[in-house]
């Protein structure tokens, strides 16, 4: 089982792709997660890759996709492996595509910018404790105290309104343009094309991952 999850930030993504990675006993791949490793590790590609980040840049498109192929060659990957986060953008997915790392299913999540705006500003957390609530839908009982403690609730930075709409509009910016890539590939019929499955991210977690499992036969 070879994914892609797609989905703007805040769609829900973490949530599925730990469902999904149970299911099918599959690594999440986050490039983050993989870049940290190979220079931990000191590769030659880490190493290269070092030397980008340590000059404040990206690393560029081509050192990634060979991180990539190193680290779908590892024995965890034998059954597959969740890429999230990746690819952000059609270069990277045309990269991937002649490098020959095959793709299975491309799972998209779709939830409206209104509703992400109202999901992630009305979180509500108690650093202390890791306790989170939500205004809408899982309020505390004295609203902006903490249950337990009566301590004040914070808000974190990433879940202001203005750092959401921010990541939303890089999102569509960059990364949205994917969804059209992806599925055009799909319905094209082409040999080594990925199925593509687009869900709807509104609702009840347990209906939304059933959803998906459901388009994963």
């Known amino acids: ?64 996709i060979g991180l990539v192929k190193e680290r779908i060659k590892d024995a965890d990957c034998a059954n597959g492996f969740l890429f999230d986060g990746f690819p952000r953008t059609i270069p990277q997915a045309e990269a991937m595509k002649n490098a020959g790392v095959a793709i299975d299913y491309v799972v998209e999540i779709d939830v409206p910018d209104e509703a992400i705006v109202e999901r992630m500003s009305g979180r509500r957390s108690h650093p202390a404790s890791g306790r989170t609530y939500h205004v809408k839908f899982n309020p505390p009982k004295v609203a902006g105290k903490d249950d337990s403690t009566g301590e004040d609730l914070v808000q974190r930075e990433d879940d202001k309104e ?35 499955v687009k869900v709807n991210g509104l609702g009840e977690l347990n209906a939304i991952k059933e959803e998906i499992f459901a388009a994963l036969k």
């Open 1 to 64: 089982m070879r994914l892609i999850l797609l989905g703007a930030p805040g769609a829900g993504k973490g949530t599925q792709a730990t469902f999904i990675k149970e299911k099918y006993n599959i690594p999440q791949i986050s490039t983050g997660d993989m870049l940290r490793a190979a220079v931990k590790a000191g590769t030659q590609l880490g190493l290269e890759a070092k030397k980008f980040m340590d000059a404040g840049g990206l690393v560029p498109d081509e050192v990634i």
């Open 162 to 196: 203005e750092v959401v709409l921010k990541r939303l509009q890089v999102y569509h910016d960059q990364t949205e343009q994917l969804i059209g890539y992806y599925s055009d590939w799909a319905k094209s019929g082409v040999s080594g094309a990925p199925q593509y």
